[in-house]
């Protein structure tokens, strides 16, 4: 059983946390990515900076922006799954990438490198199922998941060829718009899951907006299997540049404080 | 070939939150492209309003001096000063036709903001244009122009703070505001449909110029040259030349030199990969990054190119040569004190490629420039350079 499968069957629902390899530096990411694990992250992602990072909001571009600055390559990206999995070695770890970083490495060894690094999941976040074919083959020969996305503006059919595809488990977007904290959930995320719930067997785990306690629960009582904080956590470290200590406390406090909006619920 | 492909080249490399709007894109233009009620709003707007079809102009002395006969297609002409207008109307039109309530754009220059902000006002939508704050300082007077012409500009402060920024923000925007907004791309990049939009809608360049031209020589051109940032100009004028035997040749920003690695030549410098929703040619780095690029003329300065030009520059139809700031500025004096004409600097660039060209040509070989726009809104610039001295 992979490390995702095994999470989930598990536990329910679980808390996934986002951060940006590289931010703040190359060798602070690696202390980021460990005070989160052992805050009660139950599932990492780990995103490869990149230039244009559109589906993102502000909070997560200046991420990026701070881990080029920081000389990032995917070379250190790989390093840095490679020492958090020897970490946690039963923590899934899912890489979140942009395609031109995939495909200017060529998909057979980006995926071969993930997987010799310890990832169990990619997510290409600009590679909707229409393109996807181009790296199909190469997850499935080095044994990586992929993680699919499905939008509230996706339509059934869409929802039907994305989950045929997918594995691990299913990213729901939240809301139209970029990554970033919001005030509010939208009202229609029963909906939603609900939908989704219908035409798989797959966890569903909701991201976007999500950064109080309040939004956890939300997210728990429309059913999703996983919620996954990504700006909220990231704003953490641009706050606390340059001091170290209040960064990791911080975000203990907030894993801490988000975590306490999941209830336990029985999988269904 | 798949839908929405050049070859191998194009595709819609996109986050899932934007497919929904780019399939309601594609039907949509399927829909209007066979209503005759949008042909014939779109022909008064273009004809009537925006001034087409624009002049194909002999230039006497400079064909006396280059020893072949050229010919400039005067979309400076337009109204605007450029052609950006054609696709802008189009496209305001086809989002009156969709119920769209909202414009936005992506400006770098502030050609295709201010054209944007003309067809917003004309056609009464609401237009918000984004905007390196880079560029907003360099280009201080298009600010001016798109507020005057009722449109919000917004600065962009992430990245670069320039074109490509611009272009991320604004998708951001759409992805956030799908079902009121259409996104108005401004050149032949982006993913499908939008590579296909905009050829269609600047097609109508090299529609006119092909007629004219036969209609004055009694045949075709040998050679026809357009500058290329996105690509958007260069495949209005070329694409009804395609199947013909005439000589396309694409010219980029060359910047300080290919070899400086200060250019915005992604076709003649640059390798594949995905930028934008596309696959193209793109100035990257090892790792796949974006690389930042260089040019004197700010509607070329940008990493990537329309996946159309990767393919025709991959089959050998389309020549794609770079030509340097320092040529264009040349170009630039020239066309200006030969015939009268200030080019952009973007479309300067095409001119510099023709004078340096020449030397090949014969006295009877047919030479076309796309003119693309002019070169006001770059007097100032070029006034600082020489130090006040023309």
């Known amino acids: ?9 598990r536990k329910n629902p679980v808390f996934i946390g986002f951060t940006v390899a590289g931010d703040p530096g190359i060798e602070a990411s690696f202390g980021v990515a460990t005070t989160m694990i052992d805050a009660g992250v139950d599932l990492l992602e780990i995103a490869v900076p990149y230039s ?34 020897g970490y946690a070695p039963a923590l899934p770890l899912v890489l979140f990438t942009y395609y031109n970083i995939v495909y200017r490495r060529g998909a057979d060894r980006f995926f071969a490198e993930a997987a010799a690094a310890g990832a169990d999941g990619v997510l290409i976040v600009d590679l909707p199922v229409e393109e996807s074919g181009e790296v199909a083959p190469y997850a499935a020969r080095h044994g990586i998941d992929r993680i699919a996305l499905i939008a509230p503006t996706t339509s059934p059919e869409r929802q039907h060829a ?52 309040e939004h956890v629960a939300a997210v728990a009582a429309a059913g999703a299997n996983g919620v996954i904080v990504g700006s909220a956590l990231v704003r953490l470290i641009e706050e606390h540049a340059g001091d170290e200590t209040g960064m990791h406390e911080a975000l203990v406090t907030a894993i801490v404080t988000l975590r306490r909006g999941l209830v336990p619920q029985s999988r269904t | ?275 934008q929703g596309a696959l193209s040619y793109l100035l990257q780095d090892d790792d796949g990054q974006a690389l930042e690029t260089h040019s004197i003329a700010a509607g070329l300065d940008h990493p990537s190119v329309g996946p159309e030009h990767a393919m025709l520059k991959d089959s050998g139809r389309v020549r794609y040569e770079a030509v340097t700031d320092a040529e264009a500025l040349a170009a630039f004096r020239r066309l200006s004190r030969t015939e009268g004409i200030i080019p952009a600097l973007e479309s300067a660039h095409a001119v510099a490629y023709a004078l340096r060209a020449a030397g090949d040509l014969d006295r009877d070989d047919i030479l076309v420039v796309n003119l693309s726009g002019r070169g006001d809104k770059d007097v100032a610039d070029v006034a600082s350079l020489h130090g006040g001295v023309a």
């Open chain 1, 1 to 9: 059983m992979s490390r995702i499968d095994d999470l989930f069957a």
């Open chain 1, 52 to 85: 244009d990072p559109v589906a993102d909001g502000p909070v997560i571009e200046r991420a990026h922006v701070r881990a080029l600055r920081a000389g990032t390559t995917p070379d250190d990206v790989f390093g840095l799954v490679r020492r958090v999995r």
């Open chain 1, 162 to 213: 994305i989950l045929r595809e997918a594995s691990g488990f299913v990213y729901l977007i939240s809301l139209e718009g970029v990554t970033g904290e919001r005030d509010r959930l939208p009202p229609n995320l029963t909906g939603l899951v609900g939908a989704v719930r219908e035409k798989t067997d797959l966890p569903l785990a909701v991201g976007f907006g999500i950064s109080r306690p």
């Open chain 2, 1 to 275: 070939m798949k839908a929405g492909r050049y070859g191998v080249y194009g595709g819609q490399y996109v986050p899932e939150t934007l497919m929904s709007a780019l399939i309601e894109l594609e039907e949509t233009y399927a829909r209007v492209r066979e209503d005759p009620e949008f042909s014939r709003r779109l022909d008064w707007y273009l004809h009537e309003y925006a001034g087409r079809e624009t002049p194909l102009t002999y230039c006497e002395n400079l064909s006396r001096d280059l020893g072949c006969r050229v010919y400039l297609k005067r979309e400076d002409l337009l109204h605007g000063g450029a052609h950006k207008l054609n696709n802008t109307l189009g496209q305001a039109l086809m989002a009156k036709f969709m119920g769209k309530r909202r414009l936005i754009a992506e400006t770098g220059a502030g050609q295709h903001g201010v054209a944007t902000a003309i067809a917003g006002a004309a056609l009464d939508l609401p237009v918000e244009v984004y905007m390196g704050e880079v560029d907003t300082r360099r280009q201080a007077l298009n600010v001016f122009r798109m507020e005057l012409l009722g449109a919000r500009v917004v600065p962009v402060a992430s990245g670069t703070r320039t074109l490509k920024d611009a272009i991320n923000a604004a998708m951001r925007d759409w992805v956030a505001n799908l079902r009121e907004t259409h996104y108005l791309l401004g050149s032949c990049v982006g993913p499908h449909p939008f590579p296909r939009i905009v050829r269609d809608f600047q097609s109508v360049i090299g529609e006119e110029a092909r007629r004219q031209v036969l209609e004055r020589e009694g045949r075709l051109p040998d050679t026809v040259v357009a500058c290329v940032g996105g690509g958007s100009n260069a495949i209005g004028i070329f694409y009804p030349f395609v199947n013909d035997d005439v000589a396309l040749v694409g010219v980029e920003a060359g910047g300080e030199g290919l070899e400086s690695g200060r250019h915005g030549a992604s076709l003649c410098g640059g390798s594949v990969g995905v930028f």
